[in-house]
Structures are given as structure tokens and as C-alpha cells.
């Protein structure tokens, strides 16, 4: 092997090896003699345990946000959403190992190690979205962080449980958890289903007969797509109506402050003239 050829191939077993007994159950000994080298080899790329896990955890922190990034350059907020949350679940299924290394020194809610740290980062992304839309909404952009650590830890937590579970699949899990987030308890649609849109990220499947086969695949992805631009402007509209609904809504409570306000200015002139007039009497009775 070269060197670059050796570097991967040690971090290749060292990954597996911390997946499987974490940080302080793997050892030096154990990384060269599954490679089936000397210790010092180990040494030479990395100078101990402790430089190939840190390269381990690096490039699995870097995979996940690469692919939460994407997912959230998204257009609309409920495609953003849905597409994060395939995201992780995408990662967890693709990288397992991965991701037992980054939450097995750290619970999401702990606060500390990794994985809080890497959520912590994501959630600073989700922030601006969430900024963004309650600006939109007219409600108070303060409130994004706390609303940002709520949505991610969610997504985060039942991550974990899934990684062990495996049921049901990925984009069944997404669609319930969007589902929440995106509904809340007292909207709950009880058949909830990742959208078309979202569903554009899947990759299609290879051809397996030749140029008709890719033809007819073609075919289908260009009427799937035709599809999912379609659903994408209805939930658009639909978004905008809302947010209509929403301002004219509040453009008529307002309405209703100011009269109740008007109401009550009126009823305090009077009465202030009922007390004038009545000081005014109590005055011409003393004098006679």
C-alpha cells in the first residue's frame, strides 16, 4: 500500500473499531493488528489513539453538516424541514458506525461532548430559518434560538432511538416527525407523507435494460419532478394564503384594540365632564 492508501485503510478500521467499543475499549494494539501492522505504523499517521479518532470524529462531523446544509438550502420552510430530517435519518442508515462514534460520548440533551456540539451547530443554521419565517409570520424573531433547539434536539433524539430500531423506514420516521414540528399536537394529520418535492432527493433507480429502459426512466423522473413543482407552488399558495389570513386577522384585532380604546376614551371624557359639572354645582349650592 502507499501511504495515503495505509492512512485510509487505518481509518477505516479504527472507525469500526470505535463504533463498536468506543474511545476506551479500542487500542492501539488492536487498530495495528487488525490492519496487520506494527505499532509504529499507527504512530507514524497519526502519532497515538487519540489523532486517528480525532480524524475519525472530524470527517463524520463534517459528512453530517454537509448534508443538513444542503438540506436546509431548500426554498420553502416545511421542504426544508422534511429534507433535514431525511438528512440525519439518511446519514444514520448510510454511516452507522459513524454515528455511534458521535453519540456515544454525548447524549443530544447532555449539553456537552460531540454530538451536542454538532447539534448546537446545526441548530445555529436552523435559527436563521426560523428568524426568517416568524419575521414573515409576525411573531417575535427573539424567540428563533429557543424554537431552533427545541426542533433540532426533537430530530436529534429520535435519531437515536432509530439507530437501534430501525422501524419504520427512514422516510416514514421523517414524515411523522415533520408531522409534529410542522402541525403541532392539535393538528396532527394522522396519514402524514414526505412530499413530492422532498421526494426529488431520492436517487433514481439504474436502468435495467438499455438505452428504452433508460428512456422510460427518464420519462417518469421528468413527469416526477413535473409533479413535485407543482405540489411545491400549491404549498407556496397555500403558505401565502395563510400568511394573509394571518395579517388580516391581526389587522382586525387591532381594529378592534383601537375601538375598544376609542370607547374608552369617550367614556372617560364624559365622565370627566359629569365630575366638572357636577363640581360646578356643588359650588353654586355653597355659595347660596
Not at 230 to 259: C, D, G, T
Amino acid at each position: 500500500m502507499s501511504g495515503s492508501e495505509r492512512r485510509e485503510q487505518l481509518i477505516r478500521i479504527s472507525r469500526a473499531l470505535f463504533a463498536e467499543k468506543g474511545f476506551d475499549g479500542t487500542s492501539i494494539e488492536e487498530i495495528a493488528a487488525t490492519a496487520q501492522v506494527s505499532k509504529p505504523v499507527v504512530y507514524e499517521h497519526f502519532g497515538g489513539k487519540e489523532g486517528v479518532y480525532a480524524v475519525v470524529v472530524d470527517r463524520e462531523m463534517q459528512k453530517l453538516l454537509t448534508m443538513i446544509t444542503e438540506a436546509l438550502a431548500a426554498s420553502h420552510s416545511l421542504i426544508k424541514l422534511e429534507r433535514a430530517a431525511l438528512a440525519l435519518l439518511q446519514y444514520i442508515e448510510e454511516s452507522s458506525e459513524g454515528f455511534r462514534i458521535l453519540v456515544r460520548d454525548s447524549h443530544a440533551a447532555s449539553g456537552t461532548g460531540t454530538f451536542a456540539s454538532l447539534i448546537s451547530e446545526i441548530a445555529s443554521q436552523v435559527e436563521d430559518v426560523l428568524a426568517d419565517e416568524f419575521a414573515a409570520r409576525g411573531y417575535e424573531p427573539t424567540l428563533a434560538p429557543m424554537y431552533a433547539q427545541m426542533l433540532v434536539g426533537m430530530v436529534a433524539l429520535t435519531g437515536q432511538w432509530w439507530l437501534d430500531v430501525r422501524k419504520p423506514g427512514r422516510e416514514e420516521v421523517a414524515a411523522h416527525l415533520v408531522n409534529l414540528a410542522w402541525n403541532g399536537l392539535t393538528g396532527l394529520n394522522p396519514s402524514p407523507a414526505i412530499s413530492l418535492t422532498t421526494r426529488e432527493l431520492t436517487p433514481p433507480a439504474k436502468p435495467r435494460t438499455g438505452d428504452k429502459g433508460l428512456r422510460e426512466l427518464e420519462k417518469a423522473r421528468e413527469k416526477e419532478l413535473k409533479e413535485a413543482e407543482k405540489l411545491r407552488q400549491r404549498e407556496l399558495k397555500e403558505a401565502e394564503k395563510a400568511r394573509v389570513r394571518e395579517l388580516k386577522e391581526r389587522e382586525r384585532l387591532l381594529k378592534e384594540v383601537e375601538k375598544a380604546r376609542e370607547r374608552e376614551e369617550k367614556i372617560r371624557q364624559r365622565e370627566a365632564r359629569l365630575a366638572e359639572r357636577a363640581a360646578r354645582l356643588g359650588q353654586v349650592d355653597h355659595q347660596e
